[in-house]
């Protein structure tokens, strides 16, 4: 299953179900035990302390929040400190549209896409079909919809596409660039096959308390980027006339881009909807608390089942009608034996069965009087992962090592040198001590090798 991220209250825990392999999982991160009567010893506040499990021998060990990594004093191990959430504060407020219900513009035929692919090689997080997601769609979209390749950014972790890697940054760089410049006409084009999670909404806005998110090829040092954050980037900014359309082929994407309909029998609205005035729609994987499957397309290669099921759906015909569009993709899904239900989520709502579907054209223009954040209605989680992901938890929380996070990154980067396994030696280095039974711990701190991000 692409997904199983999880935060808990803005703080990371990082859990992935590997059904594939031997149905357990792993938790990289645990809340600092260490008692009042330790921390004035040591002078340090209840903020500034945590601990966590060393990856080799589990032995927990005290760490300061601000360090990135972190030796144990048992085993020698270097683990990489996961990266921390405090969750992201989306601006509340609403401002008028400057248009509303004008005439649609006529497509201008400039496109732009970006295409991002996270196998993640070499770590607990891998899969398998990312990366063969992004070379179907990159061909569907220069055969049946004319985007050339000079504007289009590919990220993909093995290196193949050369314009770098589907790191946060990178990702973050290349939405800011997908909308850069874009006028009323422009066919924007997002595609993402990777990891998705999600995390606890610090607003109470999303409908099921949750925000959804996308998992970068080095989300545990760098964490997550969530929905409310890629709206801001890449819908927010854009004046109506401006068409993006997304897919997200990743777990609990139904609503990855923070729209503010969703198809049901009609459009339903948000009760805190985030209204923009561009024209976007997303087909996920599958609805917020579903998983999406690595599965394999037509020809047994290893592919995402909802990439799979659009690509096959939309070569013979690039431009059809909506309803025939989505039970084509479905009944593609069920014939494979998947049970993720993918979704249609839209910044406007229109007329799906007079509307065709379009990446290029028929644009539909803004119809929304009012643009940003509405806050109606306090939302809080609707479920609670303990009990369906109890036993995963009950695996152990486990410190990151480097041969956890994808061989592909330059971990000397943040820190760490790979194969740095017995002993550090570096003067920046914070070396934790171990988290006494009772609670106490002892953690000798030199100069930090960096603040969180």
Wanted: charge should be negative; aromatic fraction near 6%.
């Amino acid at each position: 299953a692409r997904g199983g991220v999880l935060f808990w209250g803005g703080q990371q825990s990082l859990v992935f179900p590997f059904a594939q392999r031997d149905g357990m999982g792993c938790c990289l991160e645990v809340e600092a035990n260490t008692s009042s009567e330790h921390r004035q010893r040591q002078g340090m506040s209840r903020d500034e302390v945590r601990s966590l499990d060393c990856a080799k021998c589990h032995a927990q060990v005290a760490v300061l929040r601000s360090s990135r990594r972190v030796q144990c004093p048992k085993c020698g191990t270097v683990n990489v400190v996961p990266y921390r959430s405090a969750g992201y504060h989306q601006r509340v407020g609403l401002v008028p549209a400057p248009s509303v219900g004008v005439p649609p513009p006529q497509p201008t035929g400039r496109k732009r896409a970006l295409l991002v692919g996270c196998n993640y090689p070499g770590s607990q997080a891998e899969l398998s079909g990312c990366i063969n997601d992004v070379r179907r769609m990159l061909g569907l979209l220069t055969r049946a919809y004319g985007f050339s390749r000079g504007d289009m950014r590919v990220l993909t972790d093995d290196g193949w596409s050369g314009d770098g890697l589907p790191t946060r940054a990178n990702m973050e760089e290349g939405l800011q660039w997908l909308v850069c410049g874009a006028q009323p006409g422009d066919a924007l084009f997002f595609h993402y096959s990777g990891h998705g999670g999600q995390e606890e909404d610090p607003t109470y806005s999303e409908e099921d308390g949750y925000d959804e998110t996308l998992c970068p090829t080095d989300f545990q040092i760098a964490g997550q980027i969530v929905d409310s954050a890629i709206f801001d980037i890449i819908c927010a900014p854009l004046p109506s006339g401006v068409k993006i359309t997304a897919v997200l082929d990743c777990c609990h994407s139904g609503t990855g881009l923070d729209l503010a309909f969703t198809m049901a029998s009609g459009w339903v609205e948000e009760d805190n909807p985030c209204h923009c005035a561009a024209d976007v729609q997303l087909i996920s994987g599958c609805e917020d608390g579903q998983t999406s499957a690595d599965a394999s397309d037509r020809f047994g290669a290893p592919a995402g089942a909802l990439t799979s099921a659009l690509c096959d759906t939309l070569e013979g015909r690039p431009v059809q009608p909506y309803p025939e569009l989505l039970r084509c993709v479905h009944s593609h899904l069920r014939h494979n034996g998947h049970s993720q239900r993918p979704q249609l989520t839209s910044s406007q709502t229109f007329d799906i069965n007079a509307k065709m579907f379009n990446p290029c054209g028929d644009i539909v223009s803004n119809t929304n009087p009012m643009l940003g954040r509405h806050f109606r209605k306090q939302k809080h989680p609707r479920r609670s992962y303990e009990d369906s992901f109890g036993d995963m938890l009950d695996y152990g929380a486990l410190g990151l090592i480097p041969g956890m996070v994808p061989d592909v990154l330059d971990l000397g980067s943040f820190g760490v040198a790979p194969g740095a396994l017995a002993s550090v030696g570096d003067d920046d280095e914070l070396v934790g001590g171990l988290v006494d039974a009772d609670g106490a711990g002892s953690c000798s701190e030199g100069s930090s090798a960096g603040g969180e991000e």
